[in-house]
């Protein structure tokens, strides 16, 4: 139903129009203006009423995409829950928000991938199940949103030195001391040395996908 009316949605760089996104239980709908999206509420109102479905207001946040638009200046009339400047909402694990400064999305993933060796890191005692638990669960946490959010270099350091730090030399913390006693392109090297995760390369090969 909402396909139905292409003049409601948002219009891409390419000339595409783009109503609603579906994944699993969240629905988002992509408004070209305020207008548009009460319309479009009341779309899918009509829609709740045929099939049965009930849509909870309650929980539903609208974001202001415009950055030259500050969301205290639109009137949502009751319907809906405008989302203030600088208030970060998550979809599908990453955030979005009308003007947020610049690298939250950076330091919030950066808060959990240090702090989830903590947590994982006494549940491998050998050098290779080390690794498999950091490609498999440590840098999951990762992958997910470097798809969508540009990473300082420096940070990409920060994650690397971690790694190697628990990988090399068990330890869970970017404070303790740790000495490598294998030389850089023997850590890294998957045939000829110990095959350590290297975050940059693993970045650029997500860029180019």
Known sequence: MLRQHPHLGMTTPD?????SIFFADDSTLLSKDL??????????????????????????Q???LN?????EDTDGGGLLN??????????LGVMFGHNLPQ???????????MACFQQWGCRARTLQGRRLLANTVMLSLLWHVTKA??????????????LCRYILGRK???????????????QFDPELGLGLPHVASKLCAQRLQ
């Open 149 to 162: 959010t540009p990473v300082p270099p420096e940070t990409v350091d920060t994650w690397q030195s971690m």
């Open 67 to 71: 950055g030259h638009l500050d969301p």
């Open 35 to 60: 207008p548009a999206a009460v319309e479009q509420l009341a779309i899918v109102e009509e829609f709740c009423a045929v099939s049965g479905a009930r849509l909870n207001q309650a929980k539903c």
């Open 15 to 19: 000339g595409d129009t783009i109503t």
């Open 82 to 91: 405008i989302m203030p400047s600088g208030q970060p909402i998550k979809y």
């Open 172 to 186: 869970t913390l970017p404070t303790d001391k740790y000495r490598p006693l294998v030389a850089p392109p023997l």
């Open 103 to 113: 690298g939250a999305q950076v330091n919030l993933i950066n808060e959990r991938f």
């Open 62 to 64: 609208t974001l202001v």
